[in-house]
């Protein structure tokens, strides 16, 4: 017996939504953390940047350069862009 197709279908999109729930989620709390903490959970030994010092000063460089992230910080501020 075969399953209609409209079941597959709901079936995806409940997937789909629910790994997107799952990625906003993961992102939200990633970008709650301070750059230490941040560094900190990201250093494995072997990492390429070598230590958790290497890793927080890339995370501080990337977060700079977010344009989102600098509007949310301002707005939190008071601040004007």
């Known amino acids: 017996m075969s399953?209609?197709?409209?079941?597959?279908?709901?079936?995806?999109?409940?997937?789909?939504?629910?790994a997107a729930e799952a990625l906003v989620d993961a992102?939200?709390?990633?970008?709650?953390r301070t750059p230490?903490?941040?560094?900190?959970?990201?250093?494995?030994?072997?990492h390429p940047l070598?230590?958790?010092?290497a890793i927080e000063a890339e995370?501080?460089?990337r977060r700079a350069l977010d344009p989102a992230r600098r509007s949310a910080a301002e707005a939190s501020m008071g601040g004007a862009s």
């Open 36 to 46: 230490r903490e941040a560094a900190e959970a990201a250093w494995y030994p072997g």
């Open 3 to 18: 399953r209609p197709t409209g079941d597959i279908q709901g079936a995806r999109e409940r997937a789909i939504h629910a």
């Open 50 to 53: 070598g230590s958790v010092e």
């Open 27 to 32: 992102v939200a709390e990633q970008a709650s």
């Open 59 to 61: 995370i501080i460089r």
